[in-house]
């Protein structure tokens, strides 16, 4: 089968792609074939080392002085290939989709994964590439408005940076929880931001749409407590999906005022959250955008998308 691996802190050239051997599921293990995994945000950033300000020696500390000691690829979609002893959860055929976490190992043809990990049974409303779409932004969006930022119905909330893989869930899931929704895109995403469920629309590039907003989730760090704080409402929550070590030490130690408060951190990938989401997609409020689709042989192209932080939805690579 075919496998990716990262060889040095570099660019997608960096990324080579071997030939190995199909692995045998152990007990409670289940054989995964995979027809689509996501190449995300979070991919680009392993791969190329490059993390927000003052985070660096912190990455290099947790995956690889010298390379990221961590293989490509955080979640997947596929179908049951073979099952180790003692599982009975799953068939072979069963079509499934999962998450393995920052240590990664999806960009590959086949996966071994314990039966009762991070792996659910795939909803018949969701195809391969969806479900390998399905949950990096997801999860993260669910979040930072559900858990952290708790966004109640009839609350005003803004997603700065609203069409990619964070911020199309996020605006799909304001809108489901009862939020009204206002976005901000580049010019050329308005109209997805809108199919999404946004009902203003302004570019990111222009001033920062009248708020006040009680929720703000800013995507890439754009607005930040200085673009943000005359836009918050009294009480209102600042969630910084992407903040530096000055903006996660100003959260944490500087006073807002008028009860305002300003989250980073990042989102745990549990089981139990993983359901959630599903639970939230067969409420009809989220079902993850695909954008382009790619064949695995183009995984180095891929990874050039995602480092630019402004595709559309999710990008997904197929084995085919
Ligand atoms: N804290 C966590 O746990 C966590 C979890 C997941 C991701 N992240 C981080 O979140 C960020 C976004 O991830 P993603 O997967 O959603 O990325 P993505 O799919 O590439 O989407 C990026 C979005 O940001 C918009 N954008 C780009 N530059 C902007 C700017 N200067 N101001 C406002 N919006 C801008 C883009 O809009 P246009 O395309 O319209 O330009 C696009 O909608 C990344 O930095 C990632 O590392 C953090």
Not at 121 to 148: M, V, W
Request: hydrophobic content about 45%; overall charge positive; some cysteine.
């Amino acid at each position: 089968m075919k496998l990716a691996r990262y060889t040095a802190y570099a660019g997608p050239e960096s990324i080579v792609i071997d030939d190995v051997p199909v692995p045998a599921p152990g007990p409670g293990e289940v054989l995964v074939r995979v027809r689509a995994a996501p190449v995300t945000a979070g991919d680009a950033r392993l791969r190329s080392g490059k993390v927000p300000r003052g985070l660096g020696a912190m990455l290099r500390l947790a995956i690889g002085l010298r390379r990221p000691r961590v293989a490509p690829g955080w979640a997947f979609a596929g179908e049951v290939a073979g099952l180790g002893a003692g599982v009975t959860a799953f068939r072979t055929g069963d079509r499934v989709f999962g998450v393995v976490g920052f240590k990664g190992g999806t960009h590959r043809e086949y996966l071994t994964i314990p039966a009762d990990g991070r792996i659910l049974p795939l909803p018949e409303t969701l195809g391969f590439n969806e479900g390998a779409a399905f949950f990096f932004g997801g999860l993260t969006a669910a979040e930072f408005l559900i858990d952290k930022a708790h966004l109640a119905c009839g609350e005003h909330l803004l997603v700065a940076g609203a069409t990619g893989s964070v911020g199309g869930a996020a605006v799909q899931i304001g809108r489901h929880l009862g939020a009204r929704v206002s976005a901000t895109a580049s010019p050329a995403n308005h109209a997805l931001a809108r199919a999404l469920g946004a009902e203003t629309v302004t570019d990111y590039r222009d001033a920062a749409p009248p708020g006040p907003f009680d929720v703000i989730l800013d995507v890439m760090g754009g607005l930040g407590w200085r673009g943000a704080k005359g836009i918050l409402a009294p009480k209102g929550r600042l969630a910084l999906i992407t903040a530096d070590l000055p903006a996660m030490l100003g959260a944490a130690l500087l006073p807002h005022g008028h009860g305002r408060r300003v989250i980073t951190g990042t989102s745990p990938e549990t089981r139990a959250k993983m359901e959630r989401l599903v639970s939230l997609h067969l409420a009809q409020g989220y079902t993850p955008a695909v954008g382009q689709v790619l064949p695995f042989a183009m995984l180095a192209e891929a990874h050039a998308i995602a480092e630019s932080f402004h595709k559309p939805g999710n990008l997904v690579v197929v084995m085919e």
